[in-house]
């Protein structure tokens, strides 16, 4: 596998936009042919040589090339768009969009996280440090389909917001959420570790929800049905299972009504 | 002498009445008389005949006090500042016609700007809801002449739409609603008791933010199914009562306010409200309808809608348009410093935005177009004062339920103002000009 290093040398003096900080953009380039690759400055196109330091090369393919990026990036957007395969590793705490529409590969980021970090996500797996802000993991406005694939951890707290529309893969959060997990969700897996505000399931249909901690404010539409014992990310506990939420249309499989899951733990 | 002009439009807020009488002088300069219009909309009428109106840009110098330019000069300052900008806001459209809108947007585009209107602190909520999952909609009329349930959430129009209720939603007899009010059941939900709240039949009083926790539960009482003994703070026999009786209506309209679209949830709540109204449908006929305020903010998300694929926070900067709110909202830009330059047309940001926003418009170069002085102005650079739409010069507009109403002109502007529409031709050109287009 080869490295490519980024460090960031010129801060914009607004946002950069760097989608084409992702393996398969870096793939089978020199750093000279990586610091020639665009971004944009609001209307202005720039380079990525224009802003980073850049040092090694690109390997093969998307797979063999793993990145890592230096310094303060609190204005970079972007970071591992759409990538398919590959690492990137980001010491700082990237702006909006981070692995927004992932596909596959594996993004690190030993600090925070903006909003809209995973958008629309189809696979590989996204790991956070920090703390991780609104719309994580959620749809692109206006798309029902929300996550689709892969693995989002995020070791601090999450914002509002989280799992919108999602429809496949998981998300595990370490600390606290704010409100609105899983709205609409058709599938997928949510663990919140700590404590949840309040419209945890709303307009569920499917999909599961695992709350450790409190729920400030239960939707009315989720239901009381029984006490279960799970085994979460290694913890074995006795967790209360709602059902909900029943305002919303649900399917039927044999006769019966699927309904989306939610476990709180006593 | 004077003459009396009849079946004016009202260019105020959303409801944009259009059965107005206007008294002007002889010559047609003056305007004397409002007849019809409620309290704030003949204010509109009349203050374009202030003494104290401004009818010459003027720019506001280092040590804060103002320097009158021609408009000359103010287009060449206009033009320069967008084409040099690398993202410049430009924020408001909600209270001019559907051309200058129009006009608007190519500078927009050619400038590689951010276009955003009042939607983004009002009813864009509502707007991203309507794209998550649709809306049941009517206009106005059907409301006048079929609705005999009629809910307000979230919206006081007593105040806020003064002739709404008169005029379409609880008073009026329709083809359908001969009985006038007396046929209409009304519910009012707001944590206040409003003078709207004064005239329902039915007001439930909600506990502050739980809105979308009531809704979930109506949805829950149409299915017959079991509800927590309290929700939002409404004892559950009241919401299955409420149930009832909007099942039981011939034709229900759902109208809804900054109450739920700018309260905890934000999109959600609408997102919810959609969703009781679609529920509605299995039992009898409903529709729902966001009170828009400025009177044509519903034309510049239909313009832009048309122009672009998106009603408000269209990012234009990378040549293609962009949306989402969140990132590209006014001030989401101006919070994060997203933006290097401010243009403001037909709207109130100073008066209405937060003051770190405002804060961040009076640190940038920053234009401002308006036939008033408001707190927008004070902050701006530049202060480009023009012709009233809808009472100096006419132009389309659309009503809150997506009709579109031709406004008219019922008097003369002081002579020599430009309006909202050749202003910015001249600066359109201009800018072509510069960029050598």
């Known amino acids: 596998m080869e490295t490519v290093t980024l460090t960031i040398k010129n801060q914009p003096s607004l946002y950069l936009e760097a989608d084409n900080i992702s393996p398969d953009a870096f793939a089978g380039k020199s750093a000279e042919n990586i610091a020639a690759l665009h971004a944009y400055e609001g209307n202005t196109q720039t380079t990525l040589g224009d802003h980073f330091e850049i040092s090694g090369k690109g390997g093969a393919t998307a797979t063999e090339t793993r990145i890592i990026v230096n310094g303060d990036v609190s204005k970079v957007k972007y970071i591992g768009m759409k990538m398919t395969g590959g690492e990137i590793v980001v010491n700082g705490n990237p702006d909006m969009y981070v692995g927004a529409w992932m596909q596959g590969g594996k993004i690190t980021v030993k600090g925070n996280v903006d909003a809209f970090a995973g958008t629309g996500m189809k696979g590989g797996e996204i790991v956070i440090d920090g703390d991780a802000g609104n719309y994580l993991g959620a749809a692109y406005r206006g798309d029902w389909r929300g996550m689709q694939g892969g693995k989002i951890t995020v070791k601090g707290n999450a914002g509002s917001d989280i799992g919108t529309f999602m429809n496949g893969g998981e998300i595990v959060i370490g600390g606290d959420v704010d409100v609105h997990v899983a709205t609409h969700a058709e599938g997928g897996k949510i663990v919140v570790k700590g404590n949840a505000k309040s ?27 029984k006490d279960v014992d799970l085994e979460v990310d290694g913890i074995s506990a006795r967790f209360a299972l709602y059902e ?23 | 002498m004077t003459k009396t002009v009849t079946d004016v439009v009202c260019p105020f807020c959303g409801t944009l009445c259009d059965d107005l009488e206007v008294v002007v002088s002889d010559d047609g300069k003056q305007l004397l008389e409002v007849y019809n219009a409620c309290a704030i909309g003949a204010e509109k009428f009349l203050h374009s005949q202030a003494e104290d109106r401004l009818t010459r840009p003027r720019l506001q110098q280092e040590d804060g006090s103002w320097k009158d330019v021609t408009y000359d000069e103010a287009i060449e300052y206009t033009a320069q500042m967008l084409a040099s900008s690398t993202k410049p806001l430009m924020y408001g459209w909600s209270s001019t016609n559907c051309e200058a809108q129009g006009v608007g947007s190519e500078i927009g585009e050619i400038t590689g700007a951010v276009m955003d209107n009042t939607a983004t602190v009002c009813h864009g909520t509502s707007l991203i809801a309507v794209q998550d ?85 109506l949805r829950v009482a149409f299915k017959g199914l079991p509800l927590p003994d309290v929700v939002a703070g409404i004892p559950k026999e009241q919401i299955y009562e409420a149930a009832e009786v909007l099942k039981s209506g011939r034709f229900v309209i759902i109208f809804f306010g900054m109450g739920v679209t700018q309260s905890l949830g934000k999109n959600h709540n609408i997102d919810e409200a959609i969703a009781v109204t679609r529920d509605l449908n299995e039992y009898t006929k409903a529709a729902i309808m966001p009170m828009r305020g400025h009177y044509n903010v519903t034309g510049s998300g239909a313009v832009w809608g048309w122009q672009f694929g998106f009603p408000f926070a269209v990012d234009l900067s990378r040549g293609f348009a962009r949306y989402n709110p969140g990132e590209t909202t006014s001030n989401d830009l101006l919070r994060r410093g997203e933006v290097d330059s401010v243009f403001v047309l037909g709207s109130d940001p100073g008066a209405h935005f937060p003051f770190s926003s405002v804060k961040k418009i009076s640190e940038l170069p920053s234009v401002c177009i308006d036939p008033h002085q408001t707190p927008t102005t004070a902050v701006c650079k530049l202060h480009v004062p023009v012709a009233f739409v809808g009472v100096e010069i006419g132009g389309c507009a659309y009503r809150m339920d997506n009709v579109p109403i031709e406004t008219r002109k019922v008097v003369e502007a002081p002579e020599g103002m430009m309006t909202d529409e050749e202003f910015l031709e001249k600066v359109l050109v201009r800018i072509k000009e510069i960029k050598g287009e």
């Open chain 1, 244 to 266: 909900g939420d029943i305002g919303e249309r649900h399917r039927k499989r044999k006769g019966e009504v699927i309904y989306g899951k939610l476990y709180q733990k006593y």
């Open chain 1, 199 to 225: 419209r945890v399931g709303g307009q569920m249909v499917e999909g599961e929800i695992i709350v450790f901690g409190d729920i400030e404010v239960m939707m009315p539409g989720f239901i009381y049905r």
């Open chain 2, 133 to 217: 999952i649709g809306i049941p909609h009517c206009t106005l009329g059907e409301v006048k002449n079929r609705a005999d349930r009629v809910v307000f959430w979230g919206c006081n129009p007593a105040h806020a739409h003064p002739r709404h209720m008169s005029r379409y939603s609880i008073f009026p007899r329709g083809f359908f609603t001969g009985k006038g009010h007396k046929g209409r059941k009304v519910i009012v939900i707001d944590p206040r008791k409003t003078d709207t709240a004064n005239v329902a039949d039915v007001h439930l009083q909600i506990e502050q933010g739980r809105d979308y926790e009531l809704l979930d539960a």
